[in-house]
C-alpha cells in the first residue's frame, strides 16, 4: 500500500476523497441528517490527504503536512492578495453578464460588505482548511517531484472535478441546477474547467508562499466566499459562462508570465513530499518514482 501511495499520490488522494465525500455526502442527500451537514463532505480531502501522508511516511509526514498550516509569513502582498483579488473577477463576472443580457447592473441590494465576514471565515476553515491539507499540501509537492507546475496542476484539476461530481444529482445544489439548465454534461464540463484553472492559481500561490496550505485555504474560501457575497449567477448562464472564461483567463497569464515549469520567478516549488521536510525545492530537483 505505501509503495503505490508514493507511486500515484493523486490517484489515491482522487480516489480515498471521493469515498469519503460520498460517505459523508450521502445521510444528507438522502434526507436522514440536516442539509447543512452536507458541508462535512469538503472535509474528506483533507481528512484524505492526512489519512495517505500517514500511510506513506508516518507521524513525520502528517506533521510536515499539517506544519503548513503555519507558514503565514508569506508578505502583506500574498494575504491581500489571497483575501480580496476574488472580487475582482467576480465583480467583472457581474458587469460582463449584465452587457450579455443587455441591462444596467443593480448594486442596491447588495448587502454591507461586513456582513460577508462570517461566510469569509466559515468557508476558508471547511472549503479552505477542509480541503486544500489534500488538493494542495498532499498532492502537489508530490506530483512536482516529477512533473510541471503546470501539468500537476491539470492533474489535481481533473481530480478535483470529479470529487465534486455527485454534487451535480443533489437537488438545491447549484451544481444540480446548472445541469437543468444546460445539462449535466456541459455543466460538468464547465465546471471542470473553473476547477482546473483554479488549480493553477493555486499552485502558483502554493509555490510562491513556501508551500502554504494557510494561504490556498484563504484564496480557495475566499473566493467562494465573495462568489456568493457579489452573486455572479444571478439567475443567468452569462455569469458562470464569464466567471469561468476570466479565471482561465488569469490562469492563462500566469503561466506566460511565470512559466510552467514552477509558476515562480525563483525556480522553487512549493517544498518536498514531506519525508524531507517542508523546505523549498528547486525546480528540477531530486525526482521520485510518484507518477500520478
Given at each position: 500500500m505505501r509503495a503505490?501511495?508514493?507511486?500515484?499520490?493523486?490517484?489515491?488522494?482522487?480516489?480515498?476523497?471521493?469515498?469519503?465525500?460520498?460517505?459523508?455526502?450521502?445521510?444528507?442527500?438522502?434526507?436522514?441528517?440536516?442539509?447543512?451537514?452536507?458541508?462535512?463532505?469538503?472535509?474528506?480531502?483533507?481528512?484524505?490527504?492526512?489519512?495517505?501522508?500517514a500511510i506513506e511516511g508516518g507521524r513525520s509526514a502528517v506533521r510536515v503536512l499539517l506544519g503548513r498550516a503555519l507558514i503565514w509569513r508569506v508578505g502583506l502582498q500574498w494575504w491581500l492578495f489571497a483575501l480580496f483579488f476574488p472580487i475582482?473577477?467576480?465583480?467583472?463576472?457581474?458587469?460582463?453578464?449584465?452587457?450579455?443580457?443587455?441591462?444596467t447592473v443593480d448594486w442596491s441590494q447588495l448587502p454591507p460588505a461586513y456582513t460577508a465576514l462570517p461566510a469569509l471565515v466559515f468557508l476558508?476553515?471547511?472549503?479552505?482548511?477542509?480541503?486544500?491539507?489534500?488538493?494542495?499540501?498532499?498532492?502537489?509537492?508530490?506530483?512536482?517531484?516529477?512533473?510541471?507546475?503546470?501539468?500537476?496542476?491539470?492533474?489535481?484539476?481533473?481530480?478535483?472535478?470529479?470529487?465534486?461530481?455527485?454534487?451535480?444529482?443533489?437537488?438545491?445544489?447549484?451544481?444540480?441546477?446548472?445541469?437543468?439548465?444546460?445539462?449535466?454534461?456541459?455543466?460538468?464540463?464547465?465546471?471542470g474547467l473553473l476547477v482546473t484553472a483554479l488549480a493553477v492559481q493555486l499552485t502558483w500561490i502554493f509555490n510562491n508562499t513556501g508551500g502554504s496550505v494557510l494561504l490556498a485555504a484563504v484564496y480557495h474560501g475566499a473566493g467562494n466566499a465573495w462568489n456568493g457575497y457579489i452573486d455572479i449567477y444571478r439567475g443567468e448562464l452569462a455569469g458562470p459562462v464569464a466567471y469561468v472564461a476570466l479565471m482561465v483567463v488569469v490562469s492563462v497569464a500566469l503561466v506566460v508570465w511565470y512559466g510552467p515549469g514552477?509558476?515562480?520567478?525563483?525556480?522553487?516549488?512549493?517544498?518536498?513530499?514531506?519525508?524531507?521536510?517542508?523546505?523549498?525545492?528547486?525546480?528540477?530537483?531530486?525526482?521520485?518514482?510518484?507518477?500520478?
Open positions: 503505490f501511495v508514493k507511486r500515484h499520490p493523486a490517484l489515491c488522494l482522487g480516489l480515498l476523497a471521493m469515498a469519503l465525500g460520498a460517505a459523508l455526502l450521502a445521510p444528507a442527500a438522502t434526507g436522514l441528517v440536516p442539509p447543512a451537514m452536507m458541508q462535512l463532505a469538503a472535509l474528506s480531502a483533507s481528512a484524505a490527504g492526512l489519512i495517505l501522508a475582482l473577477p467576480s465583480v467583472a463576472t457581474v458587469y460582463l453578464a449584465g452587457a450579455a443580457g443587455r441591462h476558508i476553515v471547511f472549503a479552505g482548511l477542509g480541503e486544500e491539507f489534500g488538493w494542495r499540501g498532499f498532492a502537489v509537492p508530490r506530483l512536482q517531484s516529477r512533473h510541471s507546475a503546470l501539468t500537476t496542476s491539470l492533474i489535481i484539476g481533473g481530480f478535483h472535478s470529479l470529487w465534486h461530481l455527485p454534487l451535480f444529482f443533489v437537488k438545491g445544489e447549484m451544481y444540480h441546477t446548472l445541469g437543468l439548465q444546460v445539462g449535466y454534461l456541459p455543466a460538468f464540463l464547465g465546471y514552477t509558476l515562480t520567478r525563483t525556480g522553487l516549488t512549493g517544498g518536498t513530499d514531506g519525508r524531507d521536510g517542508p523546505a523549498a525545492t528547486p525546480a528540477g530537483g531530486s525526482r521520485s518514482r510518484s507518477g500520478w
